[in-house]
């Protein structure tokens, strides 16, 4: 059989097997695939071609919370295919386990793994892997069935097995993404708009690259089957949207053809509980045209970071600054006074809520400084406000600004260092004891006047000045070549792109109740991680 999974196995934090899950044909065992694999300096791709096995393997892996994921097959295959499946499967495992997977929810829970596992790829060929639909197959017991079964009440005859499982797929639902018969007491419609901001800025702060990914996640709470429409806006409106909006993905639940009549507009029948509604990726340059002046006006980055290296009389200090810059929100709520950051929504007393559109909430605010590796240590370190902290194993320098100096309105912030490189070589004694050994007394160059060695050595401003250029010199090489901040913004996002309704149409919905009007809600998330880097 081609292009087809063989075998699956997890291994946990200390390289043990505690999962081996054969599809098909008779692939490499758990215990003879971990070597081969290890075999492989690090960082390990994706993808490893072991040709020295009979026959020939693909392996592909997938590192999760401390666990280690191996699929193989020695067939060839599309490898996007197989490296999805892996997120599914950890996606099936958290659903049905809970986040994190970790080692003792697998091995206490074998039964349901088994069954997952199973369902989701059968024979080697992948199957189901929504996990709406899996919660239909897949017999998990709760406490109501570990009680009635302590009480050995008579159970069914084994004739009713095909009855139920006929009964199953009867009522199974036509849309593998949600489950039947969903009933919810409270209707609730929430998206959350997530979007990590990636931006490299040369020294003099013009940009050289912006982007940003962003991901709306949506919870769907309603009974029945609801219908609804999510209309997108970008920052100068909608008829511009798709060109914004660059390598959009969907859920399988999305109506294409609606969206290509009319970008912005996700119309769609959604999965039960919360998913990944669509993502996409926003290139922030364009908006610049290469400007420097124009990028700072076009898009306000929360934080400005500047590096000055060189510093004092021998070099041997650099300066970080970074500046804090005021975000402004629309104003405007967009879905109703129910929405969760929507602007105006989010409005009360003393004025509008913070971590809304109204008022976007800076957090976790770290600056890293990477430093080369001849620096031993760093013998001064003044920061304006926060902490800072020097990793010499790391090289790198991390400055915190806690919550409550962002809270308290400073917008600058200062950190100055200096570094000590290696020891000077000539503290170095090669001969504690004074006997010459190891000293090599061969003279090769030609012989001189003898008054050469009468003439006086010069002492004074000149040799001073000679070691102090020596010394900017050697501090030259010690100082740091790039600085990045970490942060998040909640109701913020640097692409400008906004939900504008959330819609339930009640004529399209199946099983939703009269006069049923959900509670809508939306939210603003910006997270970067070391994502605005300047180049010193």
Do not use: C, M
């Given at each position: 059989m081609n292009s087809v999974i063989e075998a699956l196995h997890i291994y946990d934090e200390h390289k043990r097997t505690i999962l081996s899950h054969t599809y098909t044909s008779r692939p490499l065992s758990a215990a003879h695939l971990?070597?081969?694999?290890?075999e492989h300096p690090a960082p390990r791709p994706s993808l490893i071609y072991l040709s020295n096995t009979n026959p020939p393997t693909l392996v592909f892996s997938l590192d999760h919370?401390?666990?280690?994921?191996?699929?193989t097959t020695s067939s060839d295959i599309e490898p996007l295919l197989v490296l999805e499946f892996l997120h599914r499967v950890i996606d099936a495992l958290e659903e049905?386990?809970?986040?994190?997977?970790?080692?003792?929810?697998?091995?206490?829970?074998?039964?349901?793994?088994?069954?997952?596992?199973?369902?989701m790829c059968d024979a080697g060929t992948i199957s189901t892997t929504e996990?709406?639909?899996?919660?239909?197959?897949?017999?998990?017991?709760?406490?109501?069935?570990?009680?009635?079964?302590?009480?050995?009440?008579?159970?069914?005859?084994?004739?009713?097995?095909?009855?139920?499982?006929?009964l199953i797929t009867q009522n199974s639902p036509s849309l593998p993404w949600r489950r039947a018969n969903v009933r919810h007491t409270s209707n609730e419609l929430y998206a959350d708009v997530v979007e990590t901001l990636s931006v490299t800025l040369a020294p003099s702060g013009r940009p050289i690259a912006a982007f940003?990914?962003?991901?709306?996640?949506?919870?769907?709470?309603?009974?029945?089957?609801?219908?609804?429409?999510?209309?997108?806006?970008?920052?100068?409106?909608?008829?511009?949207?798709?060109?914004i909006m660059e390598l959009p993905v969907f859920h399988p639940c999305v109506r294409l053809s609606r969206w290509k009549d009319n970008p912005g507009e996700l119309s769609f029948?959604?999965?039960?509980?919360?998913?990944?509604?669509?993502?996409?990726?926003?290139?922030?340059?364009?908006?610049?045209?290469?400007?420097?002046?124009n990028f700072n006006q076009n898009l306000k980055l929360p934080v400005s970071i500047e590096v000055k290296t060189g510093l004092g009389s021998v070099g041997s200090d650099f300066e970080v600054r970074l500046n804090i810059n005021k975000i402004f929100g629309t104003g405007q709520s967009t879905t109703g006074p129910s929405a969760r950051g929507g602007g105006s929504g989010g409005r009360g007393f003393g004025g509008p809520h913070a971590g809304t559109a109204a008022a976007p909430l800076l957090q976790d605010v770290v600056v890293s400084v990477p430093l080369p590796s001849d620096v031993r240590n760093l013998s001064d370190m003044r920061p304006s406000r926060g902490d800072a902290?020097?990793?010499?194993?790391?090289?790198?320098?991390?400055?915190?600004?806690?919550?409550?100096?962002?809270?308290a309105g400073t917008s600058y912030f200062s950190l100055r260092c200096t570094v000590a490189g290696p020891l000077a070589d000539d503290t170095v004694d090669e001969d504690p004891n004074g006997f010459g050994f190891g000293k090599d007394y061969s003279y090769d160059e030609p012989y001189q006047d003898s008054t050469a060695h009468h003439k006086p050595r010069e002492h004074g401003k000149g040799s001073e000045e000679e070691r102090d250029v020596r010394k900017v010199a050697q501090n030259k090489i010690l100082m740091p070549s790039s600085a990045s901040v970490s942060f998040s913004v909640k109701g913020w996002v640097p692409s400008g792109i906004k939900v504008e309704s959330i819609v339930l149409d009640a004529r399209k919905s199946?099983?939703?109740?009269?006069?049923?009007?959900?509670?809508?809600?939306?939210?603003?998330?910006t997270i970067s991680k070391g994502g605005v880097e300047i180049r010193c």
């Open positions: 971990l070597p081969l694999y290890l919370a401390d666990l280690l994921y191996l699929a049905f386990l809970g986040a994190p997977v970790l080692a003792h929810k697998i091995e206490g829970n074998y039964d349901v793994v088994a069954q997952l596992l199973t369902e996990p709406n639909a899996l919660r239909d197959v897949v017999e998990v017991e709760g406490i109501l069935g570990k009680l009635l079964g302590s009480i050995n009440l008579p159970t069914k005859p084994l004739t009713n097995v095909g009855t139920t499982s006929s940003a990914n962003g991901t709306i996640a949506f919870t769907s709470k309603v009974s029945g089957v609801p219908d609804i429409a999510v209309n997108l806006t970008g920052p100068s409106g909608k008829h511009n949207l798709k060109s029948i959604p999965p039960d509980g919360r998913f990944i509604l669509a993502g996409y990726e926003v290139d922030l340059l364009p908006f610049t045209n290469g400007n420097n002046s902290s020097y990793s010499p194993t790391d090289s790198l320098l991390e400055w915190h600004i806690p919550p409550k100096e962002l809270s199946r099983g939703l109740g009269e006069g049923v009007k959900p509670y809508k809600g939306v939210k603003y998330l």
